[in-house]
């Protein structure tokens, strides 16, 4: 029972650190020192150490041995990784997920869009956006793949908010979206991988254009 308790916890502290790194409270680079954290999250030192991992597992805080832990630095060549690794295997999920479709996962995914089309921050609108992804992908029922492909959204969504291109394609974004659901709908699974295809490539284009301003 103590073990669940703490690992609720450090969830949610996670979940706290996460949205003060999405919305720039702490920078790339900034070192999250323990001591200061704990007094400003009101935690103990043991569940938010858990939390600093799963942050690091996700690829949002790096951890150097005696160093500790400090907001993770993204170079060009690991956004490369990430989105060529999304582009293998976000795809491979919509094309699992084909035949298992409910008019329920759409409603899931439309409502993601809609709350995303007033949002503002930059934390919410990254989860607002794996919540739109992960509605089309669940029905393929693969877990492992489903996690992979989650914790490589959440190191992408951080690139994007680095590089400010989360803040300037919810146009964008909005309109391929639709141009996906609605394609998944139809059940036209080819034109859904190639506008899948297409979305990432340019949310990839997107955040090279922002980092060489």
Partial sequence: MALDTQKTQSERIADQVRVLIMNGTFHPGQP????????????????????????????LVEIAGYKGARVAMLDPGMIDDLFEMRLLLEPLALKSAFGHYTKLDFAKAEMALDAAASEQSPSRLSDLNWD??????????????????????????????????????????????????????????????????????????????????
């Fill in 32 to 59: 999250l020192r323990q001591e200061a954290l704990s007094e400003q999250l009101s935690v103990s030192r043991t569940p938010l150490r858990h939390a600093l991992q799963s942050l690091a597992e996700d690829g």
């Fill in 132 to 213: 739109f992804h992960f509605a089309l992908y669940a029905p393929a029922n693969r877990q492992t793949l489903l996690k992979t492909i989650e914790q490589l959204n959440k190191a992408s969504a951080l690139a994007e908010v680095i590089a400010s291109s989360i803040a300037v394609r919810p146009q964008k974004s909005a309109c391929e979206h639709r141009q996906l659901l609605q394609a998944c709908r139809n059940g036209d699974e080819d034109g859904a991988v190639s506008l899948l295809c297409e979305h990432l490539q340019l949310a990839h284009r997107d955040i090279q254009d922002r980092e060489e301003q």
